[in-house]
């Protein structure tokens, strides 16, 4: 389904340099048709995050060794990862390390998929 986005509220501390709070959300012109392909989001149970559960990402993020980027909105699931693990494995030369802004999560060990 395609769809005009008509706002995006972006996180009002949003970092470029450091991905802190990146994220947004987008209000569509039109609502989606919710089928197999297309519905709600799932939103946890609990306002707690534990580590190695797995979340739902999505993004329209690098898809491919090369740096191309998605041209559809992707989703994937993947576990939440501990801030250390996350700053070994995406962080180690980043400035300013993982924040409190920042949620990780990724299957590091076989370098699939992550956010």
């Known amino acids: 389904q395609m769809r005009q986005v008509k706002n995006i509220a972006v996180h009002p501390h949003l970092d470029m340099l450091s991905y802190d709070s990146h994220t947004a959300l987008m209000q569509l012109g039109v609502l989606l048709e919710c089928n197999t392909a297309a519905g709600p989001v799932c939103l946890p149970n609990s306002t707690e995050i534990s580590f190695s559960s797995l979340c739902t990402v999505s993004g329209w993020g690098i898809i491919e060794e090369d740096g191309?980027?998605?041209?559809?909105?992707?989703?994937?699931?993947?576990?939440?990862?501990?801030?250390?693990?996350?700053?070994?494995?995406?962080?180690?030369?980043?400035?300013?390390?993982?924040?409190?802004?920042?949620?990780?999560?990724g299957f590091v060990s076989v370098g699939g998929q992550d956010s």
């Not at 998605?70 to 699931?77: I, N, T």
């Not at 501990?82 to 802004?101: D, K, L, P």
């Open 68 to 105: 191309s980027r998605a041209r559809q909105l992707q989703q994937a699931q993947v576990p939440v990862l501990e801030n250390e693990i996350c700053e070994r494995n995406y962080y180690f030369s980043h400035r300013g390390g993982v924040t409190a802004g920042i949620l990780c999560a």
